[in-house]
């Protein structure tokens, strides 16, 4: 869910202003974020979990994005509304002062009450059970690298298919046509394709495509589930952030493959695989998500907010901005 312009970016201002009452002084709200990259933010109660993507626009805030869930599900569930209500408050608040519109589950609902709001983010009290893993998360690290080796394979067959074979050697120069090919090949699932609601243990929900070709790592978290790229586009994403991150752990050697853990509740990439030993551990698919977004943004234009268009140099500038981080840990 989140909060995006109608028309006009949001006021940065205005954004700071709002956030500010659920998280404070934090200084990642505060600072200013280069263009590409975004905030990311979190705030914890005793029952919510929430974490916050601010992405710039060329003068404001160009986009919104909060994902939330319910810590203790089990629970009955009026604490975790009684939670949940300032947080929608901000939003709808922050939809409000800068004419721009609330969206949850992909829907309008600028200007819907707020109990309607909440129920929209509640898991249901009767249906499914919520999914859990059926693997512990050191067998799918495992699982998850033992699968590169296809992944790379089957990135080098589809390149050489199209007429645009691709030397994948884990070099910094090998990323900007690797990406400019497969900006030309990522497309969105059509709007209307069957999804299904899914909620994982700790209440939080994602859409899942039905009778779809998904990678292993779709929906083992809410940040791992991008229903709106086609089954070959999910499949591009999946292979090249692995082979991206390959790269950056051949150019640094201190960098390993291991399970992410955090130290706070809400840490978004917890029992995933990460590249991890100097800077800031890195999941591959939410590391390549933002490059992929700005595609996604000018094959699904929005005449209210005009993209700025992906260029080949995108994933090698992720590179470099990925590999000074390590370096200066």
Request: net charge negative; charged share 25%; hydrophobic share 40%.
């Amino acid at each position: 869910m989140g909060v995006v312009p109608s028309g006009t970016e949001l006021s940065r201002a205005t954004t700071v202003a709002l956030l500010s009452r659920l998280l404070g002084d934090d200084p990642d709200l505060h600072a200013l974020v280069p263009s590409g990259e975004y905030a990311e933010l979190s705030w914890d109660g005793e029952r919510v979990g929430t974490q916050w993507f601010v992405y710039p626009g060329r003068t404001g805030v160009g986009q919104l994005e909060v994902s939330i869930w319910d810590s203790f599900p089990n629970r009955p569930a009026d604490a975790y509304r009684d939670e949940a209500a300032p947080v929608l408050e901000v939003l709808r608040d922050l939809a409000n002062a800068s004419g721009g519109r609330l969206i949850i589950e992909e829907g309008d609902v600028t200007g819907a009450p707020l109990d309607e709001l909440l129920d929209l983010i509640s898991v249901p009290s009767v249906g499914a059970p919520p999914a859990t893993r059926a693997e512990s998360d050191e067998d799918y690290l495992h699982r998850y690298l033992a699968a590169g080796d296809d992944r790379l394979a089957w990135l080098r067959d589809h390149a050489a298919a199209a007429g645009t074979p691709l030397r994948l050697d884990f070099s910094r120069e090998s990323l900007v046509p690797l990406w400019q090919w497969a900006t030309g090949r990522l497309e969105p699932r059509a709007a209307d394709a069957p999804k299904e609601k899914v909620f994982l243990a700790n209440g939080s929900a994602y859409q899942r495509p039905t009778d779809a070709d998904l990678p292993m790592w779709f929906g083992r978290s809410l940040f791992l589930a991008p229903h709106v790229w086609s089954d070959e586009s999910l499949a591009l994403i999946d292979a090249i952030s692995f082979y991206a991150l390959e790269c950056l752990r051949r150019a640094v050697p201190d960098l390993t493959w291991r399970v992410g853990h955090g130290p706070d509740r809400g840490y978004p990439h917890e029992g995933q695989p990460v590249l991890a030993g100097r800077g800031p551990e890195l999941e591959p698919v939410t590391a390549v998500i933002p490059l992929a977004a700005k595609v996604y943004r000018v094959r699904v234009p929005d005449p209210t907010r005009p993209a700025k268009p992906p260029t080949a140099e995108d994933l090698r500038d992720w590179f470099d901005v990925a590999l000074q981080r390590a370096e200066g840990a």
